[in-house]
Nanobody, 119 residues
């Protein structure tokens, strides 16, 4: 079993910054990707950013403002969010795709952390 724990959400004014952290632990043979998704009320969950090896992928709405980084040895991923906008308000979820010894991929989610951008 794999545990995924997020931290770092909160309330911030427009234009401000927040840093989200996520750590995966447990029975991990190898991690394929780590990433962040978000879900606002009434909306579907959407990809914010993910990282596979050294390759990063961002939603168009956050390009140039958010940066994702990963510590492979510690199984952690960081999302640095700058120039935040009210439309960034959502619950942010960490996603980890783990590769098992049989090379099967398993998908794990964190519990979510609230990010609110408001004056």
């Amino acid at each position: 079993q794999v545990q995924v724990v997020e931290s770092g959400g909160g309330l911030v004014q427009p234009g401000g910054s927040l840093r989200l952290s996520c750590a995966a632990s447990g029975n991990i043979f190898s991690i394929y990707t780590m990433g962040w998704y978000r879900q606002a009320p009434g909306n579907e969950r959407e990809l914010v950013a993910d990282i596979q090896g050294g390759l990063t992928n961002y939603a168009d709405s956050v390009k140039g403002r958010f940066t994702i980084s990963r510590d492979t040895a510690k199984h952690t991923v960081i999302l640095q969010m700058n120039s935040l906008k009210p439309e960034d308000t959502a619950v942010y979820y960490c996603n980890v795709v783990v590769v098992g010894t049989s090379l099967t991929r398993y998908n794990y989610w964190g519990q979510g952390t609230q990010v609110t951008v408001s004056s």
